[in-house]
């Protein structure tokens, strides 16, 4: 059952020391925050104390209806209506401001290291139209939510068109995304661009093309120049591109080289590793046969090894066995060579019905394995279960040891109907160096939640998303736990103990080989300033307390 909602108001005073005392962990509590709208919402801290939060309006989500967690999708659609408030240490909303385009935005805000605040997304006209990338800085006067803006940008092409910016250590802006709005044929372009961080307008940038469909995977710095990985080909046949462009967006001359067997290549990530190294991850699609003898296409998972030439100094694919898979979240070179891979062993689950097994659900559990330095050996491989479905994965934490963010379902698999899927809790966990667990945590209501952990002074923060708690169907979650992940008197909050299994994962050649490939620079893309670009005192959002100590 929901708890009543509450809208938190606050004097300047108050205002004042709450923004004083922000930046440690303080007692711990959990909100829930939205409006009488379903609401998609991420809240990150901020470097001067409290959270950014980042609410958008979306349509009814029929999955959150009726507890079916494999049917969340939007049932209506509904003018996105992006609101953006600062949250103090204790969770308290300081101000609402709404900042809009006056149409259909998909916009949220993320801090930068100087404190402006960056907000990035798209806007269309309407919901069938084609959308219009939006990047725009602001100052913020943090007492009073006054935004002041520094610059307000859109690229708006004759097409698709969108940017995802992020911000590097030395402050610096950089720019990766797609438009369709070179072509007329509806082929997908990469885009790859530096964003001056006090005008917004592109110093350079670079529409790139290879195949019919065509994704950035990786962009990186590497001296003067970076290297790129791209994702490129059509709905049967995919490879993986990587090369050098200058420092201007050019494709080096005959840097790039393409890999990849027949089916779907998809590179997930590129790292840097020592010695000026580079480890390649993602998916390559293989045929098997299932237990029933039903043959199909199935995922494994590939690791490569790269040189600071980019060359292939090993590369391997791995195998979690028959009706099952292990895909990756992250992955770590440790102090001895190895690496350890943490992600999801995913097995899929069969019913029988009148003789016959159809596939019924793919069961996921956290999952981790350790390779050697040449990826030939699988020297560790273990996955943890808690109920049927425990959607999670593991992160590794600045001092080695690993956090466990998700959610976790309990499915009836005798009786498969919508009725037998029970509510997701969140599932979250803190593990030592050697994946031993110091403890394990859910916290739910009667319907779905999900969450991420993260630690913080003193303790941990909570974010997530919530349909047993808040305004709305659907409502954001944000909150801060003790160090041993608690809430004091919080009932919500119960301990778990996750059975640790064997995992095996078989290790075989990959086998690429490289073939040369010619990225062609389409043009480039410029900014237009935005008129229209809003910001306006939003009604207050309501908060409904969850826990509080």
């Known amino acids: 059952m929901k708890k009543k909602n509450t809208v938190r108001r606050l004097s300047k005073l108050t205002m004042s020391i709450a923004l004083l005392t922000a930046g440690t962990a303080q007692a711990g509590w959990l909100t829930a925050y939205g409006t009488p709208n379903d609401d998609m919402g991420m809240a990150t801290p901020s470097s001067q104390g409290g959270y950014y939060m980042t609410l958008l309006t979306i349509g009814s989500l029929s999955g959150f209806a009726s507890n079916d967690p494999s049917n969340i999708l939007p049932s209506a659609t509904t003018k996105p209506a992006p609101l953006l408030s600062l949250l103090a240490a204790d969770g308290t909303p300081l101000w609402t401001n709404k900042i809009s385009t006056g149409a259909y935005d998909t916009l949220f805000a993320t801090e930068l290291t100087d404190g402006r605040l960056l907000v990035q997304g798209t806007t269309q006209t309407k919901p069938t139209a084609p959308s219009d990338a939006v990047w725009a800085v602001y100052q913020v006067n943090r007492a009073s939510g006054k935004l002041t803006p520094v610059f307000r940008n859109v690229y708006k092409g004759k097409g698709i068109d969108s940017l995802s910016i992020n911000q590097d250590a030395q402050g610096e802006l950089w720019a990766q995304g797609s438009t369709s709005s070179f072509n007329s044929k509806g082929d997908i372009d990469m885009i790859v661009a530096k964003i001056n961080a006090n005008t917004g307008a592109p110093e350079w940038s670079s529409v790139l093309n290879y195949a019919h469909y065509n994704s950035v995977a990786a962009f990186i710095p590497k001296g003067n120049q970076f290297v790129l990985a791209v994702n490129a080909g059509d709905t049967s046949n995919q490879k993986v591109l990587i090369g050098l462009l200058d420092n201007r967006g050019m494709p080096v001359t005959g840097s790039f080289n393409k890999y990849g067997a027949n089916g779907?290549?998809?590179?997930?990530?590129?790292?840097?590793?020592?010695?000026?190294?580079?480890?390649?991850?993602?998916?390559?699609?293989?045929?098997?046969?299932?237990?029933?003898?039903?043959?199909?296409?199935?995922?494994?998972?590939?690791?490569?090894?790269?040189?600071?030439?980019?060359?292939?100094?090993?590369?391997?694919?791995?195998?979690?066995?028959?009706?099952?898979?292990?895909?990756?979240?992250?992955?770590?070179?440790?102090?001895?060579?190895?690496?350890?891979?943490?992600?999801?062993?995913?097995?899929?689950?069969?019913?029988?019905?009148?003789?016959?097994?159809?596939?019924?659900?793919?069961?996921?559990?956290?999952?981790?394995?350790?390779?050697?330095?040449?990826?030939?050996?699988?020297?560790?491989?273990?996955?943890?279960?808690?109920?049927?479905?425990?959607?999670?994965?593991?992160?590794?934490?600045?001092?080695?040891?690993?956090?466990?963010?998700?959610?976790?379902?309990?499915?009836?698999?005798?009786?498969?109907?919508?009725?037998?899927?029970?509510?997701?809790?969140?599932?979250?966990?803190?593990?030592?160096?050697?994946?031993?667990?110091?403890?394990?945590?859910?916290?739910?209501?009667?319907?779905?939640?999900?969450?991420?952990?993260?630690?913080?002074?003193?303790?941990?923060?909570?974010?997530?998303?919530?349909?047993?708690?808040?305004?709305?169907?659907?409502?954001?979650?944000?909150?801060?736990?003790?160090?041993?992940?608690?809430?004091?008197?919080?009932?919500?909050?119960?301990?778990?103990?996750?059975?640790?299994?064997?995992?095996?994962?078989?290790?075989?050649?990959?086998?690429?080989?490289?073939?040369?490939?010619?990225?062609?620079?389409?043009?480039?893309?410029?900014?237009?300033?935005?008129?229209?670009?809003?910001?306006?005192?939003?009604?207050?959002?309501?908060?409904?307390?969850?826990?509080?100590?």
Request: with cysteine; hydrophobic share 35%; proline share 3%.
């Open 264 to 549: 779907i290549n998809s590179a997930q990530g590129l790292k840097s590793i020592a010695n000026g190294n580079y480890l390649l991850y993602g998916t390559t699609t293989t045929t098997t046969s299932d237990s029933f003898g039903i043959t199909h296409k199935s995922s494994m998972t590939f690791v490569v090894k790269l040189d600071a030439n980019l060359n292939i100094v090993w590369d391997k694919k791995y195998s979690a066995g028959q009706d099952a898979d292990f895909t990756i979240t992250e992955i770590n070179e440790n102090s001895d060579g190895s690496f350890t891979l943490n992600g999801t062993a995913n097995t899929m689950t069969y019913y029988t019905v009148m003789g016959t097994s159809i596939p019924l659900y793919v069961t996921p559990h956290p999952a981790t394995i350790q390779l050697s330095a040449t990826g030939d050996d699988v020297l560790l491989g273990k996955s943890f279960e808690l109920n049927t479905m425990d959607a999670a994965s593991f992160f590794k934490n600045t001092d080695g040891t690993y956090s466990l963010s998700g959610q976790t379902t309990n499915i009836n698999l005798t009786n498969p109907t919508a009725n037998s899927i029970g509510n997701s809790d969140i599932l979250y966990g803190a593990f030592d160096a050697n994946f031993a667990p110091s403890w394990v945590k859910t916290l739910g209501g009667t319907k779905i939640d999900s969450g991420n952990v993260r630690p913080i002074a003193g303790g941990y923060s909570l974010t997530g998303m919530s349909s047993s708690w808040g305004a709305g169907k659907l409502d954001a979650l944000v909150g801060e736990l003790d160090s041993n992940g608690n809430i004091a008197s919080c009932a919500g909050i119960k301990n778990a103990v996750m059975t640790e299994k064997p995992l095996t994962i078989v290790a075989s050649d990959l086998g690429w080989t490289p073939q040369a490939a010619k990225l062609i620079r389409k043009g480039s893309i410029n900014k237009a300033n935005i008129t229209k670009l809003n910001v306006s005192i939003s009604p207050t959002i309501t908060a409904t307390p969850v826990c509080s100590d």
